[in-house]
């Protein structure tokens, strides 16, 4: 079994800062790409930010500038600091992992139970 829990989110006022953090646990061999989504009521989700293995980064435009995405291997953690947050930004964010549980090819992809960002205007 593999798990990934979110946590880190708020309340935060339009210009503030949160910092989301996801682990991942369990029967882990090693992690591959790790993701952060959003999905805002009536919207679909969307990704965020994407970091891979070596720490290569993406970001969606919405974000870039304000948003950086991390991770630390040795703890299968990722991060999401968010600074200059808008009230565009309110959503559930979710993080995605694309997780090998043994040695060879086969990966799979996992995501987080969601945490809730709300930004006040």
């Known amino acids: 079994q593999v798990q990934l829990v979110e946590s880190g989110g708020g309340l935060v006022q339009a210009g503030g800062s949160l910092r989301l953090s996801c682990a991942a646990s369990?029967?882990?061999?090693?992690?591959?790409?790790m993701e952060w989504y959003r999905q805002a009521p009536g919207k679909q989700r969307e990704l965020v930010a994407a970091i891979t293995s070596d720490s290569s980064t993406r970001y969606a435009d919405a974000v870039k500038g304000r948003f950086t995405i991390s991770r630390d291997n040795a703890k299968n953690t990722v991060y999401l600091q968010m600074n200059s947050l808008e009230p565009e930004d309110t959503a559930v964010y979710y993080c995605?992992?694309?997780?090998?549980?043994?040695?060879?090819?086969?990966?799979?992809?996992?995501w987080g139970q969601g945490t809730q960002v709300t930004v006040s205007s």
């Open positions: 369990g029967s882990i061999f090693s992690v591959n790409a």
């Open positions: 995605n992992a694309d997780i090998k549980r043994a040695s060879g090819p086969i990966s799979y992809r996992y």
